[in-house]
């Protein structure tokens, strides 16, 4: 049953990807669906059995690597970390093949399609059940290639290419990091296994080792490789860029990628490796920091984006930013309940603009949009949700792990903590800002779009509508549901998956908070509806903010914001222009068309080409000649036939002078020849 859950979807992307030509697609689309829906509840057994039994599962499977003292096994850890991850993403995972079903069913490759998101959930699943660091970063390396292939599913378009090959290599940027963290936890530990990295780690703690000439504590090092890893892949501030782009691919990519698999997987990276981190003080400061300036980079960004998905994609960002810091923090349990609860409410935002989307002929701007509430009301309610459970309306999902983030980051009195409780603060009143600007466009102004669009505008069939319907009541009913399992107070749930820092003390400082620090959160994001519904009404969005927009600051404001920072300007103009410069001016002109071409096999063959010219050229008058050309090809012959094994050896003393010899009477047969000649 445990392997189940994990070939399942390998063999579902098997079937539809090499045999999918022999299939009718109703046919393949039974098989999809049965083989993702029978993950799903096997999925729920384990968790029954691992969470609710408290009986994890450690499976070996077979041996993959031996070379001296290094053993690695095709191992499989069940533990609670791994079940409730299983639950978040075959749950997702089922409701966009369903979705994928109507909304990819006049593409001529939907199979192909629906073969790649079996792909992208069986990597997932190796990267959260493995036992071993190698393991897991094959799942790792899995989830980028697959995302390349959703991203580029559509590879007729240039946008998509591009989008597709810039999420490529930022992301290798991220997993060099982690490679290298891996090296060195081997150097540490002689050894990848999860369970015994995680005993030795208290012991060794203090080894030192040279890093370019530097005397480093090899476990902070490593773990910080191994963020660096969690930040490319989260999309975490500076190698965010590839999220926003990764639009280009079809709507229920985004959901996947956004919502329970790829972006995920760094904060699950880093709640598996929490035994380690609680010796790093040093790299758990900076996992904070950079989690609040991201949280505050996208919320901002978010404000001026024209483009729907690109709306919801910023707030991704923002969320994962609100992960991080907390695992900063050392509470790890609570970034991962709010990774679960952020699954439910973004796939339900990616999905329901999908439904837009394809309800508008393929037009993704809002300013396009507006007067759909009468026509999508259903789609409508459901965004409505999904967009209250991202602001933290109280009582919804979001609600319940979003507030928990910010009242924790209260209690540790810390520049730290404060400064992530503060930006993570800015950034509610930022995210209820352009939900609120979001849902105003697309729905409740005069529609912006052509005649024609919006009266052929109509709502999705039934096939769309139920994954739209389960992600909502996600979006309700699922933070309040399972808030006790995962962070309530005296819990042992995670004893045996995530080693918690702080205890219950935490929780009972943030239970007696006075009532104005709880409420900061929740007035933070009235304020910010009541901005976005106030300035992007009728009547005021036409006279007072469109003329701030039009003065110097405000258009200097909103391009700032809406150009995402410049983040793509910097590193296009001033960082990836210059290295193709120097790539091509001095590795590729300088060394490679120049110094190993002259040295190499270039330069090579024109020396003897024009030797052998001139040898051919010469009129030998006497026999002399003859025999001494003779000898000299002998010599050399021979002496390279006896040293050609040991090329630093290749000639003795006595070769080394008959060579001299030789080219010195040859030279000057030749010199007298082309004299005589002239």
């Given at each position: ?12 992307s ?6 999918g ?29 691992v969470?609710?039994?408290?009986e ?5 499977l077979?041996n ?10 095709w ?17 997702i ?40 660091f ?27 290419n ?14 060099f ?6 090296f060195i ?7 990848i296994?999860y369970?015994?990295i ?7 703690n ?6 370019f ?27 965010h ?56 980079l ?6 001026a ?41 973004k ?15 393929d ?32 009582f ?36 209820a800002?352009?939900?609120t600007?979001?849902?105003?466009y ?41 808030k ?12 045996e ?6 205890k ?10 006075d ?30 903010w469109f ?34 410069n120097?790539?091509?001016k ?18 090579f ?43 630093i ?30």
């Amino acid at each position: 049953m445990y392997l189940l859950v994990i070939f399942l979807p390998l063999l579902n992307s098997i079937i539809l990807g090499l045999f999918g030509f022999n299939l009718k697609l109703s046919n393949a689309i039974k098989i999809a669906l049965i083989n993702m829906l029978l993950t799903l509840l096997i999925s729920y057994t384990i968790f029954y059995e691992v969470v609710i039994c408290k009986e994890p599962c450690y499976i070996i499977l077979n041996n993959w690597i031996s070379i001296a003292n290094l053993n690695i096994n095709w191992g499989f850890l069940f533990d609670p970390l791994t079940a409730m991850m299983l639950i978040v993403v075959n749950s997702i995972s089922i409701c966009v093949h369903l979705y994928s079903i109507e909304y990819m069913h006049e593409d001529p490759h939907i199979k192909r399609f629906i073969s790649y998101l079996s792909f992208f959930t069986f990597f997932m699943i190796i990267l959260i059940s493995a036992n071993n660091f190698l393991q897991m970063f094959l799942g790792w390396e899995g989830v980028g290639l697959c995302s390349y292939l959703l991203i580029n599913f559509w590879f007729h378009r240039i946008q998509a290419n591009k989008a597709a090959i810039k999420a490529m290599v930022v992301n290798r940027i991220g997993d060099f990091g982690l490679a290298l963290g891996i090296f060195i936890f081997f150097y540490i530990f002689k050894t990848i296994d999860y369970l015994t990295i995680f005993t030795l780690a208290p012991e060794l703690n203090e080894k030192f080792f040279i890093f370019f000439n530097f005397n480093i504590n090899a476990l902070n090092l490593s773990c910080f490789f191994i963020f660096i890893g969690c930040v490319g892949k989260s999309a975490q501030i500076g190698l965010h860029t590839w999220l926003p782009d990764a639009m280009e691919g079809p709507t229920p990519v985004s959901a996947l990628i956004h919502a329970a698999t790829m972006v995920t997987a760094g904060i699950f990276l880093l709640s598996r490796c929490s035994p380690i981190y609680q010796y790093t003080p040093n790299i758990s400061f900076i996992i904070t920091i950079l989690g609040a300036f991201t949280v505050f980079l996208a919320g901002t960004t978010g404000l001026a984006q024209n483009d729907l998905k690109r709306v919801i994609a910023y707030s991704t960002c923002s969320q994962l930013g609100y992960m991080l810091f907390i695992a900063g923090l050392s509470n790890y349990h609570v970034s991962f309940f709010h990774l679960s609860n952020h699954a439910f409410f973004k796939a339900l935002l990616f999905l329901g603009a999908g439904a837009v989307i394809h309800g508008l002929a393929d037009e993704q701007d809002m300013r396009k949009m507006g007067g759909l509430s009468d026509t999508l009301v259903y789609t409508c309610s459901c965004m409505a949700i999904g967009a209250a459970a991202l602001e933290g309306f109280p009582f919804t999902t979001g609600f319940y792990s979003k507030d928990v983030i910010l009242e924790l980051s209260s209690v540790f009195f810390s520049i730290e903590s404060s400064f992530a409780d503060w930006f993570g603060n800015i950034s509610v009143a930022a995210t209820a800002f352009y939900s609120t600007r979001s849902i105003f466009y697309t729905f409740i102004n005069d529609p912006l779009s052509f005649k024609k669009y919006i009266s052929k505008c109509h709502e999705s069939n039934i096939i769309m509508s139920i994954p739209l319907f389960l992600l909502s009541f996600g979006a309700l009913f699922i933070g309040y549901l399972t808030k006790d399992l995962i962070i309530g107070l005296s819990i042992n749930t995670w004893e045996e998956a995530v080693l918690v820092k702080t205890k219950d003390w935490v929780f009972f400082e943030a239970e007696y908070l006075d009532d104005f620090i709880k409420d900061i959160p929740l007035l933070f994001g009235i304020m910010g509806s009541l901005c976005g519904s106030y300035l992007y009404s009728e009547e005021i969005f036409s006279t007072l903010w469109f003329k701030w927009k039009l003065t110097n600051n405000g258009r200097a404001i909103y391009s700032f914001l809406n150009r995402k920072w410049f983040f793509d300007k910097i590193y296009n103009e001033l960082i990836s222009q210059n290295i193709l410069n120097i790539a091509y001016k001095q590795t590729y002109q300088t060394i490679d068309r120049g110094i190993l071409e002259f040295l190499g096999p270039h330069g090579f063959s024109i020396v003897i080409y024009k030797r052998t010219l001139d040898i051919n050229n010469i009129t030998l008058d006497y026999i002399y000649h003859y025999l001494l050309l003779l000898l000299y090809g002998i010599i050399t012959f021979l002496t390279i036939s006896v040293y050609w094994t040991n090329f630093i050896y290749f000639v003795d003393g006595n070769s080394l002078i008959l060579l001299i010899i030789g080219f010195f009477l040859l030279k000057e047969v030749v010199f007298k020849k082309k004299k005589n000649n002239k």
